[in-house]
């Protein structure tokens, strides 16, 4: 019996690994969706061939990235403690069953508690991490409007840097998983250049 619940109970519920799981998911999510929104957002607005008012357009380039990051955190949080949640029942039915007691006995104790912990714990490390994604794309619009660089250069410079976050992510993920690293950190790359190729694409159909 001892054996069965230390397996359900410790072995699953190790809020580190939880967090580092969503830490990475959230943060992947931020970065990317961030990148489609400044591509779309520079596009959208002319930034690729000038405009006659930099500034404004490196304001709006930077509120769309910024919000977007936000309302995505905020998002994140929602959708990773629903499902959280929904994980934490089938937990804490299993551990029941485990030590012969009624659905709903172990409500309100020590191991429910535990697994409202690594619920919460998930869902806000997804959240964190995720606006901290999307700021990585807007960081040399708000360099560019500091020290006037062109949003052309700063919409390259974005590209650029998220794709080397990218793939420094993907080196960091290979060795977890002891993967060929460099392989592993192309294989993100991929994912972001997919993305900037998509929502220009979109740019140039609509």
Known sequence: MSNVFYHLLV????????????LIRGFIDGVLSSLGVVIGASTAIGATVG???????SAIIIAAGIGGGVANGLSNILGASVGEKLVKEIELGEIEKAMLKRGGELHGTV???KLNE???????????????GSIIPVLPF????L???TDMIAL???IILSLLVFFILGIYIGKIAREQVIISGLKLVA??????IITTLIRTIL
């Open 111 to 113: 191991v429910d508690e």
């Open 11 to 22: 072995k699953k519920v190790v809020p580190s690994k939880h967090q580092k799981r969503y």
């Open 147 to 149: 020290f006037l660089i």
């Open 51 to 57: 405009s006659n008012n930099a500034t404004a357009a």
């Open 118 to 132: 690594t619920l919460w714990s998930s869902a806000i490390y997804d959240g964190i991490a995720t606006f901290i």
């Open 142 to 145: 708000i360099i560019g409007a």
């Open 156 to 158: 390259y410079t974005s």
């Open 191 to 196: 994912f972001g250049v997919v993305t900037v």
